[in-house]
Structures are given as structure tokens and as C-alpha cells.
């Protein structure tokens, strides 16, 4: 089974400033997804970046970008220019990819997930 | 196109009521998902389907059922409601023709057992 572990419950920022999260995660799987998802107050869950594990270029998208390190199983989220509007929990989430096996083989695990805070 | 709709929004059940989560998909999405989050934690998956007619259990299925006859509809019925259920649900799809099976999620439903 896959575990996703998110180390830090609770972190701030000041408006425009640069911060990481982090995740790591266990798996014996060598191809699989990994996402980052936010829930902000509204409660909808919102994916902002994945990474295919085959591919070892790490993923951006605008402001938000990854660290992907494969062999230390590490996959921590870059967010550049902080916002107000990135007030939320952000969610680290693992997914297998064995084709053939059904939906089942592609649901999600997620970590525990980290408040984030962006200060005026 | 809205996506995934889950309804109701809210309610608050006493224990040993019975309810239905409702969740629709207006994508064509083959996969269905549902998941519970509880305080503090992320989700859970309870039930998930391939398609209509097929349906299988997740991590946390005790206490709940599912039923898939069409491609847009996956209810999630709640049969003799317990605290321990009281928790946000969320409904998901995803398509197996999207190389990366993103997965959309419904806004929430949250359930409260007293």
C-alpha cells in the first residue's frame, strides 16, 4: 500500500514571497502520478500541478512548481509570488498507474495535507 | 458544462436515519469516485465504479452502499447513520481516455450524525 506523508500541518507566507511543501511518499510502484490539490474555504478541491514519474523534467505551472526526486521519493510544491488567494490546504496526492487493472488501480491517496497562509 | 454536482450540500442526520448522497457527472466520464474526509485528514475513498452496472469498495467501505445504472449518476446511500460518519463527502470522476486519469471533484457534502 501507498502512504503520502505531508510533515508540515500549518505554514504561513508573506504576500509575494516564495514558499515550499513538503511531501513524501512510499510506494514499490515504478510508474505512477503525483498531485497537488487545493482546498481552499469553499471546499472544492482544486488540482493545481501533477508529475508523471517517468518523467524526471519537474512540472510548472505559473507560479506553482515542483521538486521532484525520484529516488528519495520526495515531492515537495513551490509556490513563487504568494497571493492572498492561495490561502489554503494543500494536499499531496498518490496515484499507481497499472493499466489494464480498472479505476480501482488509479485512485488517490492523499497525505494529510498543510494549511497555508499567505500574510498581507 | 458544470462538472460534477453533488447535492445536498449540507445536512444533519440523528443515528439510525438512512440517507442518499447524490452525485451526477455531465463530463462521460467511465470512472466514479467516492470519497470521505474527516477533520484533520485528507480523503478516504469509500466506493469507486468503472461504469455503469460495476462497482467495487475502496479503503473505507463498512456502513455505506453504491449503485451505478447510468454513465452520469453514482448515489451513495447511507443505510443506519453513525457518528462515526459524520465526515465532508466528496464525489469524483475521472475518464480512462485522459492519459493522466485527472480526477474532477464535486463540491462537497457535509454530513453531520447526532
Known amino acids: 500500500a501507498q502512504t503520502v506523508t505531508q510533515s508540515q500541518p500549518e505554514m504561513s507566507v508573506q504576500e509575494a514571497e516564495t514558499v515550499t511543501l513538503s511531501c513524501t511518499y512510499d510506494t514499490s510502484e515504478s510508474n505512477y502520478y503525483l498531485f497537488w490539490y487545493k482546498q481552499p474555504p469553499s471546499r472544492q478541491m482544486i488540482l493545481v500541478i501533477r508529475q508523471e514519474a517517468y518523467k524526471q523534467q519537474n512540472a510548472t505551472e505559473n507560479r506553482f512548481s515542483v521538486n521532484f526526486q525520484k529516488a528519495a521519493k520526495s515531492f515537495s510544491l513551490k509556490i513563487s509570488d504568494s497571493q492572498l488567494g492561495d490561502t489554503a490546504m494543500y494536499f499531496c496526492a498518490f496515484m499507481k498507474t497499472a493499466r489494464g487493472s480498472g479505476a480501482g488501480s488509479y485512485q488517490l491517496t492523499f497525505g494529510k495535507g498543510t494549511k497555508l497562509s499567505v500574510i498581507p | 458544462n458544470a462538472g460534477v454536482t453533488q447535492t445536498p450540500k449540507f445536512r444533519i442526520l440523528k443515528i439510525g436515519q438512512s440517507m442518499t448522497l447524490q452525485c451526477t457527472q455531465d463530463?462521460?466520464?467511465?470512472?466514479m469516485y467516492w470519497y470521505r474526509q474527516d477533520p484533520g485528514m485528507g480523503l478516504k475513498l469509500i466506493y469507486y465504479s468503472v461504469g455503469a452496472g460495476i462497482t467495487d469498495k475502496g479503503e473505507v467501505p463498512n456502513g455505506y452502499n453504491v449503485s451505478r445504472s447510468t454513465t452520469e449518476d453514482f448515489p451513495l446511500r447511507l443505510e443506519l447513520a453513525a457518528p462515526s460518519q459524520t465526515s465532508v463527502y466528496f464525489c469524483?470522476?475521472?475518464?480512462?481516455?485522459?492519459?493522466?486519469?485527472?480526477?474532477?471533484f464535486g463540491p462537497g457534502t457535509r454530513l453531520t450524525v447526532t
Open positions: 469524483a470522476s475521472s475518464s480512462s481516455r485522459n492519459p493522466s486519469y485527472e480526477q474532477y
Open positions: 463530463m462521460n466520464h467511465n470512472y
